[in-house]
């Protein structure tokens, strides 16, 4: 129940274009889904998150689409960029006083080709 | 305006000789989390400290221990490396219900 399954593993994108990143969950007590940009040697930032009570979210050229009752939720950048290029986490998170549970999906190593 | 700091940044040690890794932050955050991310590899969380309570993870090796002296730092002991424990080490923080805070990570090369 712990689990979250992220697709692709890797995903290659012409500039400009949209690049797509999905995550699947199983538990229902999580209630915060940020994603991490992560570049080589550095650790993880936050790019974006949301929470379940919103379907979507979005800032800038990213956008977070949640769908509560297929428990999966998606990144979106749009007019993807050569700096994109970078490895990107989804996490899902239960934040209980005390307990909380934290899983980051595998990762998905996205490249920008010009 | 480094938020989240690591020392070293780089650590070689060798087989069996325990180390430690720090991490401070200048954010105030009650919470301050400590990953495993070995490469090409989501980061594993080990650890964390909600406060001065300390939460294990239940697959996180009794060979890795924490200490959390004050709010500002974080220590990861690692009591006798092993050469599957070189990785990259993370410290990260929070507020409660809010996003993590990385730092740059910790490389740990065991000879």
Known sequence: QQQVKQSPQSLIVQKGGISIINCAYENTAFDYFPWYQQFPGKGPALLIAIRPDVSEKKEGRFTISFNKSAKQFSLHIMDSQPGDSATYFCEASARDFGNEKLTFGTGTRLTIIP | ?111
């Not at chain 2, 200048?26 to 969380?45: C, E, I």
């Open chain 2, 1 to 111: 305006d480094a938020m989240v700091i690591q020392n070293p940044r780089y650590q070689v040690t060798q087989f069996g000789k325990p180390v430690t890794l720090s991490c401070s932050q200048t954010l105030n955050h009650n919470v301050m989390y400590w990953y495993q991310q070995k490469s090409s590899q989501a980061p594993k969380l080990l650890f964390h400290y909600y406060d001065k309570d300390f939460n294990n993870e239940a697959d996180t090796p009794d060979n890795f221990q924490s200490r959390r002296p004050n709010t500002s730092f974080c220590f990861l002991d690692i009591r006798s490396p092993g050469l599957g424990d070189a990785a990259m080490y993370l410290c990260a923080t929070s507020r409660r219900l809010e996003t993590q805070y990385f730092g740059p990570g910790t490389r740990l090369l065991v000879l």
